[in-house]
């Protein structure tokens, strides 16, 4: 019988990154060790997900949560809009179209996020960076009609 291979690695969140302009909350982003991008959003004032969850597995190649991570290029990504739906109230109703533009989105945010993120030590058991301003605002614009 082949022993169960188990790796552990650390989720740190940004606090405060974002906020959509039509928004009363700003989200929290949550940057995984393994690829050293955003793979998580939720609300800021989530506060007890904040606190919970502050790492993932990856037992046997598989990620715990690779049915609800948003990191596209993370070879353990296998999230789909109905995983996503599926994996709590706030994703629920999700579309594939608005999971592609979450993708595409996700790296403009960490474009400007890049030295905060790429200032986190994985050493430490840093769990929550919070912003006071936010320095991600997200404005919607509506489509130019001819």
Request: overall charge positive.
């Amino acid at each position: 019988m082949n022993a169960e291979r188990q790796e552990r690695y650390k989720i740190t969140w940004l606090s405060n990154a974002v906020k959509a302009e039509n928004k009363k909350h700003s989200g929290a982003l949550g940057i995984c060790e393994y690829s050293k991008k955003i793979s998580f959003v939720i609300p800021s004032e989530d506060i007890m997900t904040l606190i919970v969850l502050h790492d993932l597995y990856i037992i046997n190649g598989e990620c715990e949560e690779g049915r609800n991570c948003l990191c596209k290029p993370c070879p353990y990504n296998k999230t789909t809009a109905s995983s996503l739906g599926a994996s709590s109230k706030r994703w629920r109703g999700v579309r594939a179209g608005q999971l592609e533009n979450i993708h595409r989105l996700l790296p403009e945010i960490e474009r400007v996020l890049k030295k905060e993120i790429e200032s986190i030590d994985w050493r430490k058991k840093q769990i929550i960076l919070h912003f006071e301003k936010v320095p991600f605002k997200i404005v919607w614009e509506s489509p130019k009609r001819d």
